[in-house]
T-cell receptor, first 114, second 115 residues
């Protein structure tokens, strides 16, 4: 079955630390990949996306993600986190052949300590 | 401003009662979705609709029903058959063409509590 896995469910970092959140999916075909973020009290919103082309994509607020096809991965990174990055982060995938249905991972709660 | 409006924001229901959550969008998006968000379980898809008068079951459709009579509206009914309805419900819409294709736009959510 097509699925999305996020390995880190709760991450605590100090400000200025580097961040990497893992995301893997189980499917050998074409995919569209997303990271969404939910800041406390706010709507879920798009952080970045990958459809094709350069596998290193940049999003808002200094976030980036790298698509590694051979590893079925789309990990999210930020070199130096800020307290304002405290939020829940969701990896999401559209698997080809499934219309545009979006499947989400279970999310990672990031807490940044000042 | 374009966006998605969900109502009510908070809803309390007695066991055995059906309740309908409203979702309206003015983004002219073709596709609409309902997700359920529970702590530690992420977003799970309940129903989705690609076009008017058509919808498909998601991963956890049992105990829920939807309709899509208008492009801008996709109400969700939580029926008494849903065994664990207390949750946060999120509606989203999606353009299927253009520069913003496939990106979901979310509403603020509706929190349902069954007493």
């Amino acid at each position: 079955a097509q699925s999305v896995s996020q390995h880190n469910h709760h991450v605590i970092l100090s400000e200025a630390a580097s961040l990497e959140l893992g995301c893997n999916y189980s499917y050998g075909g074409t995919v569209n990949l997303f990271w969404y973020v939910q800041y406390p009290g706010q709507h879920l919103q798009l952080l970045l996306k990958y459809f094709s082309g350069d596998p290193l994509v940049k999003g808002i607020k200094g976030f980036e993600a790298e698509f590694i096809k051979s590893k079925f991965s789309f990990n999210l990174r930020k070199p130096s986190v800020q307290w304002s990055d405290t939020a829940e982060y969701f990896c999401a995938v559209i698997f080809s052949g499934g219309y545009q249905k979006v499947t989400f991972g279970i999310g990672t709660k990031l807490q940044v300590i000042p | 401003d374009g966006g998605i409006t969900q109502s009510p924001k908070y809803l309390f229901r007695k066991e055995g009662q059906n309740v309908t959550l409203s979702c309206e969008q003015n983004l002219n998006h073709d596709a609409m979705y309902w997700y359920r968000q529970d702590p530690g379980q992420g977003l799970r898809l309940i129903y989705y609709s690609q076009i008017v008068n058509d919808f498909q079951k998601g991963d956890i459709a049992e105990g829920y029903s939807v309709s899509r009579e208008k492009k801008e509206s996709f109400p969700l009914t939580v029926t008494s058959a849903q065994k664990n309805p207390t949750a946060f419900y999120l509606c989203a819409s999606q353009s299927v063409g253009g520069t913003g294709a496939n990106v979901l736009t979310f509403g603020a959510g509706s929190r349902l509590t069954v007493l």
